[in-house]
């Protein structure tokens, strides 16, 4: 498939930086672009390839903000993302579709220090992991000043904190953990990468192809890690906390190849792809053949002399090439 130069604007050193993308000259030089090399209208290309983005914004790949992902070298995201930025430039006219997705909160939802107080009143500091055993010894409670802006009462938000605890155990995954407040509805941290942003862009304008955003992890019971699914879909009572999401294993049918890139690597890109992988096995095990992960785009969570994820995403993403997806490079050429 056709391979095109990197536009003279980006500059990779700008990368790990918040600027603002000036959409007017972008928009004028994606027409020159699109005219110089000929390209068409996404809806035209015979091949149908979808880059999906996970997470790919500041709160997770600008230093400096709260979670940002530095795997082991420190500047993990912000490699990644130039990477990614290169990636599709130099497949503008071959990528039909780009999906970005945006982890969205807001202060008072389960994984923040506000849901929790201890004995004391106390809310557990960021990266505290709550157990279910722990809730029910009453070392931690759901905080009762926030019951009646949900319509409960403080023991039954209790009892929701235990069987959210006790469901996350059954599956194997990780404790609930308490992370710092990031993502927020309204701040910069819940902006993309502005490189990012500005390829996005550049590319919607040069394919005409209009990109798409998924909005997740915005409810307030559940976590949601993967953008297919929260991690919990009810309460102890039968209720919903939250539904899994059809619209990436139906679009996958419909394509002829997804890539997947995005932070973090160990979290919620790796139970973005279980979770597809799940889907797929489930409705046409044909369709894994599909899927290629681009693997010098994410990295894992690692937070030095704390926790060093890279282990278990690297083990997640052999399952995943066991079961028949591609791992590939930014640089590899698209079959």
């Known amino acids: 498939m056709n391979i095109l130069p990197i536009p003279s604007f980006f500059d990779p050193a700008r990368v790990g930086e918040i600027w603002k993308v000036d959409y007017a000259a972008r928009a004028e030089h994606a027409r020159e672009y699109a005219l110089q090399h000929d390209l068409k209208p ?14 790919a914004q500041n709160t997770f790949c600008t230093p400096g903000f709260e979670l940002f992902v530095g795997g082991r070298s420190g500047r993990g995201a912000v490699d990644d993302n130039i990477r990614l930025c290169e990636f599709i ?9 780009i999906t970005a997705t945006m982890d969205t909160h807001t202060a008072q939802q389960i994984f923040h220090p506000i849901f929790f107080i201890d004995k004391d009143g106390h809310h557990p500091a960021p990266y505290t992991d709550i157990h279910a055993a722990e809730l029910q010894e009453g070392r931690w409670r759901f905080n009762p000043a926030l019951a009646p802006q949900f319509g409960i009462i403080p023991d039954y938000g209790q009892q929701m904190m235990v069987h959210y605890a006790e469901e996350l155990e059954k599956k ?15 701040g910069i941290g819940h902006a993309l990468v502005p490189a990012l942003e500005e390829a996005i862009f550049f590319h919607s304008i040069a394919r005409l192809a209009q990109p798409d955003f998924e909005i997740k992890g915005n409810k307030s019971f559940t976590e949601n890690y993967s953008v297919i699914g929260p991690e919990v879909l009810t309460g102890p009572m039968g209720e919903t906390l939250g539904a899994r999401n059809p619209k990436f294993i139906q679009q996958l049918q419909e394509v002829d190849r997804l890539y997947i890139a995005g ?3 160990s979290h919620c890109v790796v139970w973005t792809i279980s979770d597809l992988l799940e889907d ?3 409705v046409d095990p044909h369709l894994v053949k599909k899927v290629h992960l681009l693997e010098d ?4 969570v690692v937070v030095p002399r704390v926790v060093d994820h890279t282990d278990a995403a690297h083990e997640a993403y052999v399952r995943f090439a066991q079961a028949g997806m591609k791992i590939v490079k930014s640089t590899d050429p698209l079959e």
């Not at 996404?42 to 997470?55: G, H, N």
């Not at 194997?172 to 309204?186: C, E, Q, R, V």
């Not at 785009?297 to 894992?300: I, K, L, M, T, Y």
């Open 263 to 265: 932070q973090a690597k």
């Open 280 to 282: 797929i096995q489930a």
């Open 297 to 300: 785009c994410s990295s894992p």
């Open 42 to 55: 996404a809806s035209a290309s015979k091949d149908k390839i979808t880059l999906l983005v996970v997470d």
């Open 172 to 186: 194997g995954k990780y404790a609930l953990t308490i992370w710092p407040y990031h993502a927020m509805l309204g």
């Open 89 to 97: 430039y130099r497949n503008l006219g071959n990528l039909t579709r």
